[in-house]
């Protein structure tokens, strides 16, 4: 079964860890086609973890993640230009689950990031103990 989903370009506002308020906004056509439109609590799911975050619609028909946003942007070490990919993983009326993929600007700096060597030690080559 093919699920829908929508692709974001990450920019720096939507990336930037200094902003008191983050706020990740959703294409209004893609929500309201998808997601019944009230503000309302998402799941992000990746890699088998999960963050809740907050959907708030706006009276014009805009609709954002706010709440949450922030948390999964430091737990994913998005950086601006990655691109993610929401796809829709809930039925319409149900408690909204967004399942998300990653793709990275930097994959190697990332890469090493998540998975840092376990023998970053200072070398001990030419010391040399007393008595020795």
């Known amino acids: 079964m093919n699920r829908p989903f929508c692709q974001l370009n990450m920019q720096r506002i939507d ?4 902003h008191l308020f983050m ?3 959703i294409p209004a056509a893609w929500m309201s086609q998808h997601v019944t439109l009230k503000t309302q609590l998402v799941q992000l799911r990746r890699n088998e973890k999960t963050w809740a975050t907050k959907l708030h619609c706006r009276p014009n028909g805009r609709a954002g993640l706010t709440v949450g946003w922030k948390e999964f942007v ?3 070490s998005l950086e601006e230009f ?3 990919v929401f796809k829709l ?3 319409k ?3 909204v689950i967004l399942d998300v993929s990653i793709f990275r600007v930097v ?3 990332v890469k090493s990031m998540e998975h840092p060597a376990s023998t970053n030690k200072p ?3 030419g010391i040399t103990r007393k008595g020795e």
């Open 107 to 109: 994959p190697d700096v």
């Open 23 to 25: 706020l990740q906004n």
């Open 15 to 18: 990336t930037a860890l200094n």
């Open 93 to 95: 009326h149900e408690a």
């Open 123 to 125: 070398s001990e080559v």
């Open 74 to 76: 430091i737990g994913n």
């Open 89 to 91: 993983a809930s039925q």
């Open 82 to 84: 990655d691109v993610c």
